[in-house]
């Protein structure tokens, strides 16, 4: 299975997994990057079902993914609060040698110069290729409103038939305040490793994006956003009140 997902923040693909793995598995190990796999990697030898993560862009996943239906779980949030994440990742990743200002951050976003790419190509790209794959769209606020309603969705996607007492205890684990206290989760080993400046899990909230935008950055972005995703037939949650 490939999740690709967008600084979304919560991870609810543990419901493959045993109740064991879910609390003894760090989350790096659990679903290593794709983008991190090399030719004698030992990842390319460990038995199904295997799991990957990626932020890359459909055409560069593994053509085996079209070719075989693998299920690919897409995590989607709204760009607002991407935005913001956005802003946070990259006052805290090491590898980034300049900090820059929201406003900078806003604006590489809105031009497709933010780390990562395009945000709006990457959502149009993946909903484009929607037939070709197996795939599954989950937005980060329905799992906010109705985290076991979506597990148990995933899990039928998944074709996992789990006990009520299994499904309540991967909704335990996957909830955002459990993970970011669980060093299992929470990445605080690269923290205490130097290779992040400060934590990265923040808050995990819809529509803190209203903390950092003025008037005039929101009135613009909902105008590029019109422009570029206007025809796009999934739709966004801005916050939890609307």
């Known amino acids: 299975m490939v999740s690709s997902i967008w600084r979304s923040g919560l991870q609810i693909s543990v419901c493959v997994h045993s109740q064991n793995q879910v609390e003894d598995v760090s989350n790096r190990m659990r679903v290593p990057w794709l983008e991190g796999m090399s030719f004698n990697n030992v990842f390319r030898e460990s038995h199904d079902p295997r799991m990957f993560r990626t932020h890359v862009f459909p055409d560069l996943l593994p053509k085996d993914v079209k070719a075989k239906k693998i299920k690919v779980v897409y995590v989607m949030r709204n760009p607002k609060d991407v935005l913001v994440s956005l802003y946070h990742f990259t006052q805290s990743w090491i590898q980034l040698e300049s900090v820059k200002t929201f406003g900078d951050i806003f604006w590489d976003f809105l031009e497709d110069n933010a780390p990562g790419g395009s945000w709006f190509d990457h959502v149009l790209h993946f909903h484009r290729e929607k037939d070709q794959m197996d795939i599954h769209f989950i937005k980060y606020e329905d799992m906010l409103m109705d985290l076991r309603g979506e597990v148990v969705k995933l899990c039928a996607f998944l074709g996992k038939d789990l006990t009520d007492e299994a499904i309540d205890h991967v909704v335990e684990m996957s909830t955002f305040k459990n993970m970011k ?62």
Do not use: C, I
């Not at 690269?190 to 009135?219: I, S």
């Open 181 to 242: 206290t669980n060093p299992k989760a929470n990445y605080k080993d690269l923290l205490e490793a130097d290779k992040y400046r400060k934590p990265t899990m923040r808050k995990g909230e819809a529509g803190d994006w209203k903390n950092y935008f003025t008037v005039a950055q929101n009135e613009h972005f909902d105008k590029v956003f019109k422009e570029r995703m206007g025809e796009f037939p999934l739709s966004f949650t801005w916050d939890l009140q609307q």
